[in-house]
T-cell receptor, first 118, second 113 residues
Framework: AQKITQTQPGMFVQEKEAVTLDCTYD???????LFWYKQPSSGEMIFLIY??????QNATEGRYSLNFQKARKSANLVISASQLGDSAMYFC???????????????FGTGTSLTVIP | NAGVMQNPRHLVRRRGQEARLRCSPM?????VYWYRQLPEEGLKFMVY????????ESGMPKERFSAEFPKEGPSILRIQQVVRGDSAAYFC???????????FGAGSRLTVL
């Protein structure tokens, strides 16, 4: 089974509108972390936001928020007030186990390509 | 305040040659991870290293691939006798012990002719 599933290969959003990028995950661990990374056309991977499995509140970082629904095992990224510079690939990722576990791996989804339309 | 430095950014090799990719972690980071990204795909874990130790290499192909992180100097991902299927972007990430977040380098793009 896939650890991370991103079902939207491509998304379009009008500038200044909000957009939600979907992510579901699969783990039997009680302690895990969820992440979103942005990959612009230049290729680097930029960390956006983190949500711990025990965090009761949804994570927010500026225009980014993570809609964490634990029972549904979903961790959708919401980008508010989209900007042209938000056009990029977005990857959802999961770290299984507690953060002090030195054997951790991160699992990445296949990504969603977001295009912001002027 | 340099981040994770990878070089070369682009590497072209002919089939059968060797590729060496280097990664210098962020200052103060003692853990290095290598990931491979094939075209149109997400990142796949390859190997996780600390200084002079391979902690987890469960994602490494059994043959031709090796990685090291010596006491001094960068981490090296070595691919011997490259084949066309090795063409990919190879990302290095680093972290401190127990960190939540991986900090990635800009990647090294290998093209095998």
């Amino acid at each position: 089974a896939q650890k991370i599933t991103q079902t939207q290969p491509g998304m379009f959003v009008q500038e200044k509108e909000a957009v939600t990028l979907d992510c579901t995950y699969d783990t039997s661990d009680q302690s895990y972390g969820l992440f979103w990374y942005k990959q612009p056309s230049s290729g680097e991977m930029i960390f956006l936001i983190y949500q711990g499995s025990y965090d009761e509140q949804n994570a927010t970082e500026g225009r980014y928020s993570l809609n964490f629904q634990k029972a549904r095992k979903s961790a959708n990224l919401v980008i508010s007030a989209s900007q042209l510079g938000d056009s990029a690939m977005y990857f959802c990722a999961m770290r299984e186990g507690p953060k002090w576990n030195t054997g951790n791996q991160f699992y990445f989804g296949t990504g969603t390509s977001l295009t912001v339309i002027p | 305040n340099a981040g994770v430095m990878q070089n070369p950014r682009h590497l072209v090799r002919r089939r059968g040659q060797e590729a060496r990719l280097r990664c210098s972690p962020m200052k103060g980071h003692s853990h290095v991870y290598w990931y491979r990204q094939l075209p149109e795909e997400g990142l796949k874990f390859m190997v996780y290293l600390q200084k002079e130790n391979i902690i987890d290499e469960s994602g490494m192909p059994k043959e031709r691939f090796s990685a090291e992180f010596p006491k001094e100097g960068p981490s090296i991902l070595r691919i011997q006798q490259v084949v066309r299927g090795d063409s990919a972007a190879y990302f290095c990430a680093s972290s401190v012990y127990g960190a939540n977040v991986l900090t990635f380098g800009a990647g090294s793009r290998l093209t095998v002719l």
